[in-house]
């Protein structure tokens, strides 16, 4: 990117329009009724993004949230290995109940069930208004999930315009508006989403400086009946009117009339009283908004520990600060804003008070903690007790999904399963994937944050933030398994980076400052400061941006959604027609061998697991219990493994599929074609030549679900020249439909088009009514 020379003067730095000290007026923020008018047109857009993202991204979407709140409103749908308890909950006389209780504590479900609640009153509403049969089935959840990006984006113009002022704060908007990748997932039903939208809420109400630094910014959140108190009480000790950018301030009075100083002392404390408050409050906010983030996504925990932990520092630095007596230069000497930023008034604050601050957040972080476990634990044994544990006598076991989450993620290592990332995957894939084009503007703000020595609290706000990208993403590489979600709750303090960069290198010049910055709509604002950047970005984020996004949201992976909503949507009319003439249809009619799709009776999906969206889009309690697809959990616990899975590589029923397609079914299906299409039989326990082979079974489907380049694939004997798609022609199954899918997929397994077969063999028997 284009780096202009920047103006350092404080009239232009975004962190420095605080005006002079001890000045009277309140500093100036976004108002009220602009704000409310921003959250529509970000509600706007968040929902026109959700109704136009209509592809596959990853499973967890679908199999970690809508799922199981299908389930819980439905009665069925499909339940991953997250959702598992654990299978010694059963009764086990030999163990005591305490044993019991800590190994489902570490074998329990991973995920907390807080998340799929939310999408529970959705679906509820479409049951009972008679619309689950509709389109809003798909739509309404990227709906909901839509005004939690849109709360995320808010949160994140608020913390930028705290930062920066209001340019920043557009810019911020800009940047998060544009980014492709946050226009492919913000409004997808993933827990990373959530998060993030609840990470940057809980970023604007951090403190980020120690209350007795004198440098939080108290009027951002106090109420008007507060900012009335303040505007009461100001006076030349009142320095929290300098922390928010706005316009210079007027003296309240005079400097040559004298002032009281027992009254000046007790203005003085009173206005402490009160910034103290909102302190207090500020913070317990954003600690619970960070509890809950963390109840979704347990790593989401890295972020704060890095935040506690550095307030916590600042707060010990405050007991070596020396009192103003002795740090005060000697007349003519020059003392720097940076010199005494954390400074505290030694005559005023005792070194006890100090103490008592970080005692406070302390106890203020146990506190909320406590809380948050005990009602994690509440939540979680209930949802466990009323699906797994209600066959077990004696009290129900405890779970808590954190604890399950560490112990088989992180000491178990099962994430390693779907796949293993080099440590520098975040930062030569990940990063770069986030930001996009923005990844320059992004490196430059991150360098200009940590190299920048200005005291204010903005300054200090982007130098935490800097870190904490810093930091967290070397945790985060720790990990084995890495994806691109992991990083999603930093997407905030990215796009505030970014908007550092692009303000310092553009929006320094004279045509720029020419602008006004707060007397325009949001989309008129954001327009202005995409005109701020030079032709050639603009060019980039007007035409590369939106086309990667419409490709991204409408074409790649589109028939992996709209297979499986397709086929439900014509089993249910195929059904009803069925309901509605049963007396009308000949006898002799074969109605599941006629031209077209014809009848479905059930489904077999041969995909690499979890291609598809199942019982959300599918939606028939009869299509999902009857049909099935390949499965690929991890392996159990090494407690639940018989001496030869130990000695053996793990397999599971995808990696028996794929390694040779062709001996899978000749083995695990039957010879002949039942064409009463049963469901799948239970497994045999003998006659099992492989470790981790479970014995799966499968019935023959009316109709079977492939991508095309599985049928191209071949037998792995020497000399055979079969391919799939002779063997199952020689079965009986002719082609019928075909859903575009994508021009080339990343994953060779799911090239080609999704492809559905029908049997169209000779019948055994009458057809029977569904």
Wanted: glycine letters at 6%.
């Amino acid at each position: 990117m284009q780096v202009r020379k920047r103006a350092r003067a404080s009239a232009t730095a975004p962190e420095q329009h605080g005006g002079r000290p001890h000045s009277s007026t309140a500093p100036s923020g976004p108002a009220s009724s602009g704000l409310q008018s921003l959250f529509i047109v970000l509600v706007t857009i968040r929902i026109l993004n959700a109704l136009c993202t209509r592809t596959f991204f990853q499973p967890d979407e679908h199999y970690q949230t809508t799922e199981i709140a299908h389930r819980i409103v439905f009665g069925y749908g499909f339940k991953s290995w997250e959702w598992h308890g654990a299978s010694h909950a059963l009764p086990r006389p030999a163990q005591s109940y305490a044993g019991a209780a800590v190994e489902n504590l570490l074998q329990g479900p991973i995920r907390c069930i807080l998340h799929p609640l939310l999408f529970v009153p959705g679906y509820a509403l479409l049951r009972l208004a008679r619309l689950d049969h509709t389109p809003l089935l798909v739509a309404l959840p990227r709906c909901q999930q839509a005004l939690v990006a849109a709360l995320g984006d808010f949160y994140t113009f608020r913390l930028a315009h705290r930062v920066g002022g209001p340019r920043l704060a557009w810019f911020a908007m800009l940047v998060s508006l544009s980014n492709v990748y946050t226009l492919y997932t913000a409004t997808r039903t993933f827990s990373n989403s959530t998060e993030a939208a609840l990470t940057a809420a809980a970023l604007f109400y951090w403190p980020f400086v120690p209350f007795f630094s004198r440098r939080f910014d108290a009027w951002t959140f106090s109420s008007p009946q507060e900012q009335a108190r303040l505007l009461e009480l100001q006076g030349p000790g009142c320095e929290w009117r300098q922390m928010l950018a706005g316009a210079p301030f007027k003296q309240e009075q005079d400097a040559s009339v004298p002032v009281d100083p027992s009254t000046r002392s007790d203005r003085d404390l009173d206005v402490k009283q009160v910034c103290r408050i909102i302190y207090d409050r500020s913070l317990r906010k954003s600690l619970c908004l960070a509890a809950f983030a963390c109840l979704l996504r347990p790593t989401n925990g890295v972020l704060w520990i890095v935040l506690v932990s550095e307030l916590f520092v600042r707060q010990l630095h405050c007991l070596r600060s020396r009192p103003p007596s002795e740090a005060t230069p000697a007349k003519g000497a020059r003392q720097t804003r940076a010199a005494v930023a954390d400074n505290q008034d030694g005559s005023l604050v005792p070194v006890l008070e100090i103490v008592g601050e970080a005692a406070s957040l302390a106890s203020t972080v146990a506190k909320i903690a406590s809380i948050t476990l005990v009602m994690a634990l509440t939540v979680d044994t209930a949802y466990d007790y009323l699906s797994h544990q209600r066959s077990r006598p004696g009290p129900p076991l405890p779970a808590l999904s954190l604890v399950s989450f560490v112990h088989k993620n992180v000491f178990a290592n099962l994430s390693l399963f779907y796949g293993a990332n080099p440590w520098h995957w975040f930062l030569s894939q990940g990063l770069p994937v986030l930001c996009m084009i923005w990844l320059p503007a992004t490196l430059f703000g991150l360098v200009d944050a940590l190299q920048s020595k200005a005291a204010s609290l903005g300054s200090g706000i982007q130098r935490s933030l800097a870190r904490l990208v810093l930091l967290t993403v070397a945790g985060y590489s720790l990990l084995g398994h890495k994806e691109f979600r992991f990083l999603q709750p930093l997407l905030p303090a990215l796009a505030i980076l970014a908007a550092s960069g692009l303000v310092t290198s553009y929006a320094t010049r004279s045509d720029a400052q020419d602008h006004p910055i707060d007397t325009a709509g949001a989309p008129k604002q954001i327009w202005r400061a995409l005109n701020m950047l030079p032709l050639w970005l603009r060019a980039v984020v007007l035409t590369l941006q939106p086309v990667l996004s419409i490709y991204l949201n409408t074409i790649h992976g589109v028939g992996q959604e709209q297979a499986p909503y397709e086929l439900g949507r014509i089993y249910r009319s195929q059904r009803a027609e069925l309901a509605r003439n049963a007396s009308a249809i000949p006898l002799a009619e074969p109605a599941e061998f006629a031209p077209g799709l014809g009848r479905i009776h059930n489904l077999g999906f041969l995909m690499p697991c979890h291609s598809t969206p199942w019982a959300t889009h599918l939606h028939d309690r009869e299509l999902v219990e009857r049909s099935w697809f390949v499965q690929c959990p991890p392996p159990p616990a090494s407690s639940g493994m018989t001496p030869a899975q130990r000695r053996t590589k793990y397999w599971d029923q995808s990696d028996f599929f794929y390694d040779d397609p062709i001996k899978y079914l000749v083995e695990r299906l039957p010879y002949n074609v039942d064409t009463a299409f049963p469901p799948p039989p239970p497994a045999p326990e003998r006659d099992r030549t492989h470790a981790w082979d479970l014995g799966w079974r499968h019935s023959w489907p009316s109709h079977l679900v492939v991508f095309e380049s599985l049928l191209s694939e071949g037998t792995r004997k020497a000399g055979h020249t079969r391919t799939l798609q002779n063997v199952l022609s020689l079965k009986g199954y002719r082609e019928v439909a075909r859903y575009w899918n994508t021009p080339k997929h990343e994953d060779s397994r799911r090239d080609g088009d999704i492809v559905v077969l029908e049997y169209k063999g000779p019948k055994t028997r009458p057809a029977q009514p569904i």
